[in-house]
């Protein structure tokens, strides 16, 4: 029994060279191939949505230094949200939902690890991809856990209007911190405060950050949730509080460079006794389907609200997609939705 | 009563302007005053030991970033170890050695606040200074209490021959760690691991620094005890190991530059987990004494070797030895013994 597409090709996109500075459709070509044949174990899934994530750009470098790379002539890496068409494997049935790494392409077989059920009747499908995936999850524990927020604290959220840092500012928010966002257009800036309840957002690219961030911040900041790096880090490390905490979720301004950008504003860390540290989700993988709950539960009462900025388009669109989410084009998490989608 | 010498001046050492690049004896000049007078309540102090410390570079900036700065015209600041001379504060009688920070001069009037009486019983008076004094105590907290050390850590120490690195790397070996040194010379070097016990010792004046940290610890490392910044924490920070701890107990090699280098590697933070964070001995005021009887243990157990580095001199040679401090010919603590030296 199947629900395989008769004649269907699978889309697949693949890098064909290292890209220098921002990466765009120069850089990838579409290759079809026939949809592979799940064998015992396997199954097949047909993906519904692509995760466009910046930090694929990090991985397409010419750099031994990273475990896991793109590198010319490889299928792109990311995460997909569809639909089990075929199954061979007892874990799954037809017609599941679930997501994985499964790179960007229309159809892949799986043994099933690394991918995830989800539960459609607790949030949308792309959803899953978004605040109640890696995106929410990052938010949700790099806030919670170790932003050492409370009442009184102040958080300032870099990429305030990104898929992770529109979810981290509500959750600073819902700890009762005052939460300021820095964003890079008036619009996003309004949403952030209208919309998300941020206390206060700042559009970076209008006057001076470092001035703005005192006048909204007298009493200096408490915690640096950081996406972006770069110039915008390093004017927030200077106005970082005694005892901060700075968290690295991300450095998107510096994946694009050849060269990194170290904030020279470190040095106010030794000042101020605070610490700079990072952060990896799958660090807190056993308690994801928790802290899944408690999204969802936050959505329900209305004190979340998860932006799913989605784009219709096909596999031969993500590199398009990609340069505009580099472009801070996106508000929240940017999604393609593919032609099979169904949720 | 007074042990104050007739007809004796003070030479006091004043910043005419602020440094450019390395500080020298061109940014100073020599005052001669009469010794002050100590009012009801106040102390005489005669300095017999100037601190040459890295970080009074720092606060020579014309920058008003700092709280406590030295400018043009200011007397110069620096921590000194005496004798009183004469009191009229019944905690301290004369004849009693104290250390405190009462500048770059023979003689100070003080009203007894910051002032520590010191017993040269434990440890000879210029130690009080070095690693009994505010260098040593820095190790020590740094290490014991931030560096999450232990048998099978390795710890790097920057600027490992210097008044605090040489204290910290010993610490770390007492602990049980692996301790690698970072410094200038293949003759401080040999010092490191021939004298003080190092496990290594690295000339990052030799040779590629990395290929040489990747030699030294090739399961990446647990701890960074930086002193130095620039080049030599970049290419450090490059290796820490996962949920690695940076610790900044100082910057000296930016203290000269007028604009700051942030260190690139900063990324390794976030795919370590690691933290990079600031510390002030001050923070730990309460536990100095504590602190202040397991050194002199260590050190009359043999675990732990205090070096002093001695230089006789006049308040007027403190600018040419705080320049032979930034060219590294120091080994430990770098204090200059004045004339008066009775202890």
């Not at 470098?61 to 299928?75: A, E, I, Y």
């Amino acid at each position: 029994m199947s629900d395989r597409p008769n004649a269907a090709r699978n889309r697949q996109l693949f890098m064909t060279r290292f890209p220098e500075g921002e990466a765009g459709p120069q850089d990838f070509e579409v290759r079809e191939a026939p949809v592979p044949e799940p064998k015992d174990g396997e199954v097949l899934v047909e993906a519904q949505y692509l995760s466009v994530d910046a930090a694929l750009r990090l991985i397409m470098r010419d750099s031994k230094d990273f475990l896991f790379r793109v590198q010319p002539g490889d299928l792109v890496r990311g995460t997909v949200a569809g639909r089990i068409v075929e199954s061979r494997n007892p874990a799954f049935k037809e017609g599941d939902y679930v997501t994985g790494g499964l790179g960007v392409q229309n159809y892949s077989v799986s043994d099933g690890a690394g991918l995830s059920l989800v539960d459609t009747a607790i949030a949308p499908l792309p959803s899953w991809l978004g605040g109640m995936g890696v995106s929410g999850l990052t938010a949700y524990f790099a806030v919670t856990e170790e932003c050492r927020l409370g009442p009184g604290k102040t958080l300032v959220v870099n990429g305030a209007a990104g898929a992770v840092g529109s979810v981290a500012g509500q959750i600073g928010r819902i700890l009762g911190a005052r939460v300021i966002g820095i964003t890079g257009s008036d619009d996003k800036a309004r949403w952030l405060t209208e919309e998300l309840g941020f206390d206060v957002a700042i559009n970076y690219k209008k006057g001076d950050l470092y001035d703005q961030l005192v006048a909204a911040a007298p009493d200096r900041i408490d915690a640096i949730f950081d996406n972006v790096g770069g110039p915008i880090l390093n004017e927030s490390l200077r106005w970082i509080g005694m005892r901060g905490t700075v968290l690295m979720c991300g450095s998107t301004s510096q994946y694009t460079q050849e060269k990194i950008e170290g904030p020279s504003n470190y040095i106010w860390l030794g000042t101020m006794r605070a610490r700079m540290q990072g952060f990896v989700v799958y660090d807190y993988l056993d308690k994801f389907a928790e802290a899944q709950k408690q999204i969802a539960q936050w959505m329900n009462e209305g004190k979340l609200v998860l932006r799913d900025n989605i784009v219709d388009g096909d596999v031969g669109d993500f590199p398009d997609v990609f340069q505009r989410l580099y472009r801070g084009e996106n508000r929240g998490k940017m999604v393609i939705r593919l032609p099979a989608a169904t949720a």
